[in-house]
């Protein structure tokens, strides 16, 4: 294993510099190092004492975070950096592993650092230890990868390398969180390595990072394209003017949406391409230039199947992505599409990506992403943004119509069973924190739900034309990843798909939902409450009223609503 040395990893150039704007206030190099020294020799004495040599870092707070990474780097032989602290998450680091941060787990190791750390402590002189994250799980199930610190300042380099004109001296904001790759590189590893702030908290208010970007300027918002879309007109963008640079990473960044905070802020966002396999691996400005431009040292080329491979000081092998590409003579590509997305249905290869492709082509789509469902057979579904074509047609024709004219623009260049035959039109395609769009949160759109999505069940019991299911929220389901980090909550979406899910019984054979009824969120449900869904279904009118209410307080009542479907 490389080692680091203390002074390759931070770039201060004094004791007085700020590290970090954090809930304790502003955190100088000089503290870092006191409380660092004394979270390091706290670390070692539990190490001793378990005997572990491997620990597993949760902490919303960057700064909280890094003191515990690097003090885990010093002393530990495995650094694993999870997305969550779920149990499940938890329960598959295993119990040869020691959890530093916030987890549920009473023997967690905690911060708790006196008010006043004034004892002067040596800071580690090197680190050493192995880094294991984990994919984010778009296509299956997150897979772990290993990396060195070493191999993630070399990238930090060639980032600096790069922008370092542009950002000296700029305080770092993110609505991204450092328990992944591309936040761990920009939120956290870059300000440190180039002496530069940082705030410690993740950002979910845009106006509150719009002001503190104001407070702390000049300053760089590390975001993602989920939350660049998401983007109010009447938030005070003046104080983008602050904004030196905005850094979106985490998939395709609509050119809509680049164009639109240029217009709002005046900055037009840089777009970096990578994967937790590869690091970074190039970058762009699509206002300025569609194709993708390698960061100093990555070298490019195309395999025979037209997949892209990358090569880089941060890498230890050459390694062959999943990105179809096109690669011009003076060394830029473009991406065409993921090869991994094909599947097979009736002996048929499908591209997903080409049936995403044609419905963005389309007139009425702005944005789609196609999975496969499991029902009778395999089918091809569809989550779609509309255009304000799409959106007048829908209105005006509904919803029958707007597929009909979209099946005939696909049905030109794709085979039958490659035609969508679930669609799901939303205002805004669902992702997580990150920004990823994972096959999960696009299935809680569809009557399906996957077996990790539904809550724990305790009772279930049919009569006639009802049915009344008690559970209890268990805290470990996928969808309470990433909403309101710190206080997780039960999506709306998420309740619609379990009344869906757990109704379906009810409901007339042969019928397709076509719309919701006065739907009403009332209360937030949270991990730990216990619930009563209560379904009644009218064979008349072909609609499915339910109730979610408190198991112990049937008062409290978290959402109702009314689901219709087509007669037959």
């Not at 099946?407 to 969508?420: I, Q």
Request: neutral net charge; charged residues 25%.
């Amino acid at each position: 294993m490389d080692k680091v040395q203390f002074e390759q990893v931070f770039g201060y150039s004094n004791d007085q510099a700020i590290v970090s704007y954090s809930s304790r206030g502003e955190i100088s190099f000089a503290q870092f190092k006191r409380e660092l020294a004394f979270i390091e020799r706290k670390l070692k004495k539990s190490l001793n004492e378990t005997g572990f040599k491997r620990a597993a870092i949760f902490c919303e707070d960057s700064y909280e975070f890094s003191l515990l990474f690097f003090a885990a780097m010093s002393c530990c032989e495995v650094v694993v950096i999870p997305a969550n602290n779920k149990r499940f998450t938890q329960q598959k680091l295993g119990e040869q592993t020691l959890l530093l941060g916030s987890w549920e787990d009473s023997s967690a190791f905690s911060i708790n650092i006196p008010d006043q750390c004034r004892e002067e402590l040596s800071v580690p002189s090197c680190f050493d230890a192995g880094i294991q994250l984990f994919t984010s799980g778009s296509s299956g199930e997150p897979q772990t990868v290993d990396k060195t610190l070493y191999q993630l300042l070399n990238e930090v380099k060639a980032h600096n390398l790069k922008w370092s004109p542009r950002v000296a001296n700029t305080t770092t904001l993110a609505t991204v969180s450092h328990q992944h790759i591309y936040g761990l590189l920009f939120k956290l590893l870059w300000p440190l390595a180039s002496g530069r702030r940082f705030v410690s908290k993740t950002y979910v208010d845009i106006v509150g990072l719009l002001q503190d970007a104001h407070k702390w300027g000049p300053a760089v918002w590390v975001a993602s394209p989920a939350q660049l879309s998401r983007r109010i007109s009447s938030w005070p963008w003046a104080l983008g003017k602050s904004l030196v640079d905005i850094f979106s990473s985490g998939g395709p960044l609509l050119e809509v949406d680049a164009k639109a905070i240029d217009q709002l802020c005046g900055i037009q966002p840089i777009e970096v391409y990578g994967s937790t396999e590869t690091g970074g691996i190039a970058w762009r400005n699509q206002l300025r230039q569609k194709s993708w431009s390698p960061l100093k040292g990555v070298n490019i080329a195309k395999n025979s199947d037209g997949l892209l491979k990358v090569s880089s000081p941060w890498l230890p092998k050459e390694f062959i992505c999943q990105d179809k590409v096109q690669i011009s003579t003076d060394g830029m590509f473009e991406l065409k599409g993921r090869a991994d997305r094909i599947v097979k249905i009736e002996e048929k290869r499908i591209s997903l990506t080409q049936v995403e492709s044609l419905l963005v082509g389309s007139s009425y789509i702005v944005k789609a992403n196609a999975l496969v469902l499991e029902r009778k057979r395999k089918i091809v579904a569809a989550v779609a943004t509309l255009t304000e074509s799409g959106k007048e047609l829908l209105q005006k024709k509904g919803k029958a119509s707007l597929v009909r004219k979209l099946r005939e623009t696909l049905a030109k260049d794709l085979d039958g069973v490659a035609v969508p035959r679930s669609w799901r039109f939303v205002d805004e395609i669902p992702a997580n924190l990150q920004g990823k769009i994972t096959r999960d949160l696009l299935m809680q759109l569809f009557d399906e739900i996957p077996a990790a999505m539904v809550p724990q069940i305790i009772s279930s019991e049919i009569l006639d034309n009802a049915r009344q299911v008690n559970f209890t929220v268990n805290d470990d389901l996928p969808c309470l990843d990433g909403h309101f980090e710190g206080s997780p909550v039960v999506p709306g979406v998420v309740q619609l798909d379990w009344a869906m899910h757990f109704g379906r019984p009810l409901v007339k054979a042969g019928s397709t939902f076509t719309q919701m009824e006065v739907i009403k969120f009332k209360q937030l449900m949270m991990p730990g409450d216990a619930v009563t869904l209560s379904l009644e279904f009218s064979q008349e009118k072909n609609k499915l009223n339910y109730s979610f209410r408190n198991t112990q307080d049937g008062n409290l009542e978290y959402s109702s609503g009314r689901l219709c479907f087509s007669h037959v």
